[in-house]
Every structure is written in C-alpha cells, then in structure tokens.
C-alpha cells in the first residue's frame, strides 16, 4: 500500500450527520446568502465565543482585510512586515497603498516596533501588524507609537483565531483586526474570513461595504464590494465552533510532544511559549542554524519528503522579495527576516495527525543531528592526528 501524504495541515470537518440537517433546512428555506439566519447566528456565536463585541462575516480573509483598509480610509503609506503570507501585503496594493516593510525582532517573528518609528514618513497612515503563528505582537508598544503619530492599527490576525492574552481576546487590539476561516487555518468554514471591530457603528459601515455598499433598496453610500459568507458556510462555522475547544487540546497534545522530543537538539529551535498567553497551537514552526545542526533547512524539507511528509517553509521567501515588491526602497535591510526566513520549516500539526507520524519526525531529527556529531568528531580526530 502507498504510504499516505503527510502535510503540513488536514482541515477538521465538522461531523457529516450534524451538517446535513442544517443543510435541510437550507433548501427548505431557499435563503443562501445575504445576512441571512445562519450568518446572523454564527456572527454572535463567534463574538460571544471569542469575547469581542461585533464580528463582519465575510467570503476570506483577503476581502476583510482590504475592507477593513476601505472603511477606515487608509492611504498613502502604510507600515506592515515582509514576514508573513503574501495577502497582508497585496491588500495593500489592491487600496493603492504603498506597502513599507519593515524587519521584525527574532524572538516571535513579529514586526519589531523598536524599528517602526524610524520608517514614518508624512504619508504614513497606519499600521499593519501581523500576529505570526497567533503569537500576538507588542500590542502595546505599537498602540502608542500610532497614538503619538496618529495612525490607525488594522491587525492581520489570521493566524490568531482564539488567541487570548491575560485572559482577553487578542482581537481587541487595534482599530481593526481580521481573521480567516481558510481551510488550511485552525479554524475554517472552507473559506472565509471576518473583521472584528468595537462599535455597531463601525460594524455597520463594514456590513455596508462588503455588500456593494447597499444601505436599503434604493440607496448605496459607498462603492463597496461583494464580499459576503453564504449560508452553507455559516452554518457549517457554527457546528465547526463546537468541536474547537477539543480541536485546541488535541494541537496542544502534538505541540508539546514536539517541544519535548526537540528539547535537547542542538541547533533546532522553537518559539517559546509565552506565559500570558493561550495558544492556539495553530503551526509548529522550527529553525535550522545550519553550522550547529549541520545540515540547512532545506536539507530538512528534503529528508522529510523522503518520508513522504511535507513540511512548508513559511515564510519564506519574504514578501519583499517577490517581483511585485523588491523594488520598493523599504524592501532591502530586513536581515533578521531574511534570515529567519532561510531556517525556518512549520512541521505537520492538525488534530488527528498520528502520534507515530511526530515520532517519526523527531527521530529523523535526531538522527541527522546524530551525523553531525559523528561529522564533528571526525573532524576533531583528524585533527589531532595531524598534530
Ligand atoms: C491566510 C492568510 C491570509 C488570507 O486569508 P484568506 O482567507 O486565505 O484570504 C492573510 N494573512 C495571513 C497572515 C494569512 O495567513
């Protein structure tokens, strides 16, 4: 029998005999789309859920977050980080905004804000941060750098869906934050994605905008997109929201069994965990010093795939160094990015993934661990023998 494909997720599906009936009563009532009941249930099941006051449904995670720069009129130019996926930067230039990267500090990945203020100009307009793996980013460091430069913080947390930081919902930080339900993330609704804002105001502008900017029959008071979840989605969303806690659990069960297994591994290393915060266990990324560990990243990816387990190297390359964006002057000296980027690899992690299959990780880790030391000691008797 071939050996199964080992990736680096496996969407969870909800229970297919709980789906059906919802999908009954769908058909009954010939409502697909447009706020209908499922929408408006699951959007006060996910606020209730993740504790924040309004959550705007929409079809991914792009579309909210090139919303979210529509209805606070973010221009000019706007401060974001080269380390992350490809969309938080694109959502940019879809607005005609002018992307400035800058590096991110080494210890979590994030957009370092020690290095922001050095990067305004007087066409920054705000801020765009990114939670990286759900690991949250100096909230608070960046919050006041917007208040004393009066820019507006739109967080890309589509890492961080259930994220809570001394006990409150990493979502709350910001203007606005946006998160995506794509299937490959720790929470999805196939595709989708939402904004999470404080006021019904604010919630109502977004609603606007994501359905052409219709405000009633007749009238249309912005030019908005279509950018809105079905039904289908919303209701599978709702029966995904039951099984997360569980879901949490079980990626936590794997994360510590790679934490542990990796513990005394020279050369690999891990993102701590940090104590005021509940993880969402959402990717497993590790780091390769190629002279420590004696092999690159790359010579890992490789050994894995033998196996027939596919790790993804994100983030890498930098979103700096695509076509569309390495000729920006803010594209260069971002060496912390780019050095991360060339040691890192997410291991596989998704709820049901085998012990054995973590197990088979970690011992292909240590073994090429164990070459290196025998390569070393190698080295070491050869040249004593020459003396
Ligand atoms: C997945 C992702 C997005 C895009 O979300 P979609 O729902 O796939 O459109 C944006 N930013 C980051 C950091 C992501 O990982």
């Not at 390769?288 to 050994?303: M, N, T």
């Not at 709820?351 to 070393?376: F, W």
Request: aromatic letters at 10%; a neutral charge.
């Amino acid at each position: 029998m071939e050996k199964r494909k080992i990736l680096v997720t496996r969407p969870q599906l909800p229970p297919l005999n709980e789906f059906i009936p919802l999908l009954a009563d769908i058909w009954e009532s010939r409502w697909l789309t447009n706020n209908g009941k499922y929408h408006q249930e699951f959007e006060k099941a996910l606020a209730a859920y993740l504790g924040v006051p309004y959550v705007c449904l929409f079809a991914n995670g792009t579309l909210a977050l090139m919303a979210a720069l529509q209805c606070l009129h973010i221009k000019g130019e706007v401060i974001t980080t080269p380390y992350s996926f490809v969309a938080s930067t694109h959502a940019l230039w879809w607005n005609g905004i002018k992307p400035v990267f800058v590096d991110i500090e080494p210890g979590f990945c994030n957009l370092d804000p020690k290095r922001i203020e050095a990067a305004i100009t007087p066409e920054t307009t705000a801020i765009l941060p990114v939670h990286v793996y759900g690991n949250p980013c100096e909230v608070d460091a960046i919050q006041n750098l917007a208040d004393i430069y009066g820019l507006k913080v739109i967080y890309d947390a589509a890492h961080a869906f259930g994220v809570r930081q001394n006990g409150s919902s990493i979502l709350n930080f910001g203007d606005l934050s946006i998160v995506s339900f794509h299937a490959t993330k720790v929470f999805n609704t196939i595709e989708g994605g939402a904004i999470i804002c404080h006021d019904q105001k604010t919630k109502r502008r977004i609603d606007y905008l994501k359905n052409f900017g219709i405000a009633n029959e007749t009238t249309v008071v912005a030019p908005g997109i279509n950018a809105k979840m079905n039904e289908l989605q919303a209701a599978y969303g709702l029966l995904q929201l039951k099984y997360f806690d569980t879901v949490i659990d079980a990626r936590q069960h794997i994360t510590n069994k790679y934490r542990e297994g990796l513990k005394h591994i020279a050369g690999i290393r891990v993102l701590e965990e940090m104590e005021t915060v509940d993880h969402n266990y959402a990717y497993f990324p590790i780091f390769i010093d190629v002279l420590e560990f004696g092999h690159s990243r790359d010579d890992v990816f490789e050994a894995l795939k033998k196996e027939n387990i596919f790790g993804r190297r994100y983030f890498y390359p930098l979103i700096s160094e695509f076509p569309t964006y390495r000729g920006l002057a803010s594209a260069k000296n971002l060496d912390i990015a780019h050095e991360i980027s060339r040691q890192v690899i997410c291991l596989p992690l998704y709820p049901d993934l085998p012990d054995e299959v973590v197990d088979t990780i970690l011992s292909l880790l240590r073994n090429m661990a164990q070459i290196q030391k025998k390569k070393v000691s190698v080295k070491v008797l050869r040249q004593s023998h020459r003396k």
